[in-house]
């Protein structure tokens, strides 16, 4: 496989060792999903969002030597993060726009019926297209948050923020992404 070819080759100083081979899988490989589904919200195209896990996932073998945490999680979509933001950076710079393709980026659902498909998929392409409105600051936390089940903490880790903000987006992300899918915004708790 080309994508375990090139993590054997990646590394700065040359493939890792068996036993930094086997730490690596521990503790960043079982992440790829999480990577994958925070690079697919974030670059919002799925050829783009495999690429930029995999650059991520070579910039993780090469700098892997110097992970001191115990989160592999945190640290690898922290990369993942800086990856895509370096992405999107270069495609504005460059003036591409990719266009969002809702086939590309659903699951397929367990079919129930045609009107609970037609429901079901609805319902997805108002929130997708809800989410997509929504500044990048405050989709990052929803996915990481709402998707992905991180913690505050483990947010902060990977955007860099401090929790109080990670808190904050969370919460103004939340009451935006409510509005624009017209629910009706509570009043201050």
């Given at each position: 496989?080309?994508?375990?070819?090139?993590?054997?080759?990646?590394?700065?100083?040359?493939?890792?060792?068996?036993?930094?081979?086997?730490?690596?899988?521990?503790?960043?490989?079982?992440?790829?999903?999480?990577?994958?589904?925070?690079?697919?919200?974030?670059?919002?195209?799925?050829?783009?969002?495999?690429?930029?896990?995999?650059?991520?996932?070579?910039?993780?073998?090469?700098?892997?030597?110097?992970?001191?945490g115990?989160?592999?999680?945190?640290?690898?979509?922290?990369?993942?993060?800086?990856?895509?933001f370096?992405?999107?950076?270069?495609?504005?710079?460059?003036?591409?726009?990719v266009?969002?393709?809702?086939?590309?980026?659903?699951?397929?659902?367990?079919?129930?019926?045609?009107?609970?498909?037609?429901?079901r998929?609805?319902?997805?392409?108002?929130?997708?297209?809800?989410?997509?409105?929504?500044?990048l600051?405050?989709?990052?936390?929803?996915?990481?948050?709402?998707?992905e089940?991180?913690?505050?903490?483990?947010?902060?880790?990977?955007?860099?923020?401090?929790?109080?903000?990670?808190?904050?987006?969370?919460?103004?992300?939340r009451?935006?992404?409510?509005?624009?899918?017209?629910?009706?915004?509570?009043?201050?708790?």
């Open positions: 496989m080309k994508k375990e070819r090139d993590l054997e080759t990646a590394g700065a100083q040359g493939p890792l060792s068996a036993l930094a081979q086997a730490r690596f899988d521990h503790s960043v490989m079982n992440h790829l999903a999480a990577a994958y589904n925070l690079a697919r919200y974030l670059m919002r195209d799925a050829d783009e969002a495999q690429d930029a896990v995999q650059d991520a996932f070579l910039r993780a073998v090469r700098h892997f030597g110097g992970f001191r115990v989160d592999g999680r945190a640290w690898l979509l922290r990369i993942v993060r800086n990856t895509c370096t992405r999107l950076a270069k495609r504005r710079s460059g003036g591409a726009v266009e969002f393709d809702e086939e590309e980026h659903t699951s397929e659902a367990r079919a129930a019926g045609p009107e609970q498909d037609l429901a998929t609805r319902a997805s392409e108002s929130l997708q297209a809800a989410l997509d409105r929504l500044a600051e405050f989709r990052e936390v929803l996915v990481l948050r709402e998707l089940g991180m913690s505050y903490k483990e947010i902060a880790q990977v955007t860099g923020a401090p929790i109080g903000t990670v808190m904050s987006r969370l919460a103004r992300g009451e935006r992404l409510a509005a624009a899918l017209g629910a009706p915004v509570r009043g201050g708790d």
